[in-house]
């Protein structure tokens, strides 16, 4: 079975810290994918990857940076935290061209 | 551009009733249609996907979907509902703009209520 893990389910950061979240597959996918969820606005794509050290906007990339020295792990950055990033974040990962992604169980962050 | 519009934020049936869950899509080339699930707190599941095969697909947990290229839907079905099915569902199109990194594109989602 193909297996996404993130590094934490909940995490508390304050205004302006700078928060990593960390995302880590073990089926060799080449592509990597982060998303925040909110109620009534669906996935949105944050950033995206599709080898190492590549990486892509999304949809909403602002107040976020993203990592891929490795092709197992995509890591997501948030310069200074802020209120409106609090929110629900999903990683996933595929093989390309199958268009079939594997979610991670997500990390429910606040920022206080 | 290619899009998702889940017709309904939230769905409530009772046990035992037909499921229904409304997707519309916009694509301008032959599209692979997914329906994920959600439960509390967890990531989303691939309940089942379309890729140009059958147009009638099946899925997990009694579910199916049939692919309607005229009404460009990808409506989402189970015959009797169970209050395990209680969850947020997907639906969710390729974007072809990005083959190499198959990014898809999502719906707002549904919420599915079971009364028992």
């Known amino acids: 079975d193909v297996k996404v893990t993130q590094s934490s389910r909940y995490l508390v950061k304050r205004t302006g810290e700078k928060v990593f979240l960390e995302c880590v597959q073990d089926?060799?996918?080449?592509?990597m994918f982060w998303y925040r969820q909110d109620p009534g606005l669906g996935l949105r794509l944050i950033y995206f990857s599709y080898d190492v050290k590549m990486k892509e906007k999304g949809d909403i990339p602002e107040g976020y940076s993203v990592s891929r020295e490795k092709k197992e792990r995509f890591s997501l950055i948030l310069e200074s935290a802020s209120t409106n990033q609090t929110s629900m974040y999903l990683c996933?990962?595929?093989?390309?061209?199958?268009?079939?992604?594997?979610f991670g169980p997500g990390t429910r962050l606040t920022v206080t | 551009a290619q899009s998702v519009t889940q017709l309904g934020s939230h769905v409530s049936v009772s046990e035992g009733a037909l499921v229904l869950l409304r997707c519309n899509y916009s694509s301008s080339v032959p599209p692979y249609l997914f329906w994920y699930v959600q439960y509390p707190n967890q990531g989303l599941q691939l309940l089942l996907k379309y890729t140009s095969a059958a147009t009638l697909v099946k899925g997990i947990n009694g579910f199916e979907a049939e692919f309607k290229k005229s009404e460009t839907s990808f409506h989402l079905t189970k015959p009797s509902a169970h209050m395990s099915d209680a969850a947020e569902y997907f639906c969710?199109?390729?974007?072809?703009?990005?083959?190499?990194?198959?990014?898809?594109?999502f719906g707002s989602g549904t919420r599915l209520s079971i009364r028992p």
């Open positions: 969710a199109v390729s974007d072809p703009g990005y083959s190499s990194a198959s990014k898809i594109i």
């Open positions: 089926m060799d996918h080449e592509n």
């Open positions: 996933a990962s595929s093989f390309p061209q199958t268009y079939e992604q594997y």
